[in-house]
């Protein structure tokens, strides 16, 4: 394998990158700023950028592009599936919408994995719930869908084998975890509460057509991460 660096807003510098490959694993994004502006570059502009030198240098590949959960609306009557219709308001969901359909535009050959929330092996994802949950005033019963890195890892090995070929998929373990089960594993704490949940289906999504299309968890629980040393 040959190392290429390159910028997904410097096209030119994307030939190299991509020429005569057969397979695209997109997995560049920016999430983490305060500066909307730069996550709509690195995520809109950057994909197309991406897709443009696909098409005229690479044209057969196969390009798999990492997306999120966060599309799902917080108000759903049941856990997020892939066909739902989607609208979200905040930046990085919203230009991750927008960078899918324009890779379902392309006339490539396309994947796209919303995952959920990303954890394992000391990436300290785990260790931002306390701070997201005080952010975003979450409710300790509420349930969040998880996915391990092995299991990203899977998925896209999974989909550049060609079993996800121009769909869009959930990928997810097999039980969501509450919130203040959550801070417990983590060693943190959370004040309980017996008021009713206002937004049940929070941050759940539904992994059933993943599992149909013969994709199973390697990591299936957080429970088995504990088990096995993979936080």
């Given at each position: 394998m040959t190392a290429f660096e390159a910028d997904l807003l410097d096209p030119i510098s994307?030939?190299?990158?991509?020429?005569?490959?057969?397979?695209i694993v997109h997995l560049a994004a920016v999430l983490r700023t305060?500066?909307?502006?730069?996550?709509?570059?690195?995520?809109?502009?950057?994909?197309?950028?991406?897709?443009?030198?696909?098409?005229?240098?690479a044209p057969e590949a196969r390009i798999v592009m990492a997306?999120?959960?966060l599309v799902y609306s917080a108000d759903s009557p049941y856990p997020g599936l892939e066909d739902d219709a989607v609208d979200p308001k905040m930046a990085y969901p919203a230009s991750k919408v927008a960078a899918e359909k324009e890779l379902q535009s392309s006339g490539l050959n396309w994947s796209i994995l919303?995952?959920?929330?990303?954890?394992?092996?000391d990436d300290g994802h785990l260790q931002q719930i306390p701070k997201l949950a005080e952010l975003f005033k979450w409710h300790p019963a509420n349930k969040l869908s998880l996915v391990h890195h092995r299991d990203i890892e899977a998925a896209v090995r999974f989909a550049l084998d060609g079993g996800m070929d121009r769909r869009i998929?959930?990928?997810v373990d097999e039980a969501p975890q509450s919130?203040?089960?959550?801070m417990g594993i983590i060693g943190a704490t959370m004040e309980s509460s017996a008021e009713p949940l206002s937004n049940p289906w929070f941050g759940q999504i539904d992994g059933s057509l993943a599992r149909s299309l013969g994709l199973?968890?390697?990591?299936?629980?957080?429970?088995?991460?504990?088990?096995e040393g993979a936080l």
């Amino acid at each position: 394998m040959t190392a290429f660096e390159a910028d997904l807003l410097d096209p030119i510098s994307l030939k190299a990158a991509v020429e005569g490959v057969t397979d695209i694993v997109h997995l560049a994004a920016v999430l983490r700023t305060q500066n909307p502006d730069d996550i709509w570059k690195a995520n809109l502009e950057g994909t197309k950028n991406l897709i443009e030198a696909a098409k005229q240098y690479a044209p057969e590949a196969r390009i798999v592009m990492a997306s999120t959960s966060l599309v799902y609306s917080a108000d759903s009557p049941y856990p997020g599936l892939e066909d739902d219709a989607v609208d979200p308001k905040m930046a990085y969901p919203a230009s991750k919408v927008a960078a899918e359909k324009e890779l379902q535009s392309s006339g490539l050959n396309w994947s796209i994995l919303r995952f959920a929330f990303v954890y394992g092996d000391d990436d300290g994802h785990l260790q931002q719930i306390p701070k997201l949950a005080e952010l975003f005033k979450w409710h300790p019963a509420n349930k969040l869908s998880l996915v391990h890195h092995r299991d990203i890892e899977a998925a896209v090995r999974f989909a550049l084998d060609g079993g996800m070929d121009r769909r869009i998929v959930n990928i997810v373990d097999e039980a969501p975890q509450s919130i203040y089960e959550i801070m417990g594993i983590i060693g943190a704490t959370m004040e309980s509460s017996a008021e009713p949940l206002s937004n049940p289906w929070f941050g759940q999504i539904d992994g059933s057509l993943a599992r149909s299309l013969g994709l199973k968890a390697t990591v299936a629980t957080i429970h088995q991460a504990v088990r096995e040393g993979a936080l």
